[in-house]
């Protein structure tokens, strides 16, 4: 767990994708998608699901979670 870093909701002025990029590393790609982002998860039980939830509806994203084949898929729109 990341529980000495600083959640990324906090400043608000970082590029949204930059925090979603940084809070993901590894654990999934973030693409930029029709305006918003597309993540690709890889490893769904590393991955940061809360901080990447967080930031994006604290954001006022509209958010859906699809799967394509084996993949979960997090698109989100602003």
Same mark, same amino acid.
């Given at each position: 767990m990341?529980?000495?870093?600083?959640?990324?909701?906090?400043?608000?002025?970082?590029? !949204?994708g930059?925090?979603? =990029?940084?809070?993901?590393g $590894?654990?999934?790609?973030?693409?930029? /998608?029709?305006?918003?982002y597309?993540?690709? !998860?890889f490893?769904?039980? =590393?991955?940061?699901?809360? $901080?990447?939830?967080k930031?994006?509806? /604290?954001?006022?994203f509209?958010?859906?979670?699809?799967?394509?084949?084996?993949?979960?898929l997090?698109?989100?729109?602003?």
């Amino acid at each position: 767990m990341h529980h000495d870093k600083v959640p990324p909701v906090v400043n608000p002025t970082m590029d !949204v994708g930059e925090i979603i =990029a940084a809070a993901v590393g $590894d654990t999934g790609a973030v693409e930029d /998608f029709i305006g918003g982002y597309r993540i690709r !998860v890889f490893h769904a039980r =590393a991955f940061p699901w809360h $901080d990447v939830f967080k930031t994006l509806l /604290f954001r006022d994203f509209k958010v859906n979670v699809t799967r394509n084949k084996a993949d979960l898929l997090i698109e989100a729109q602003p």
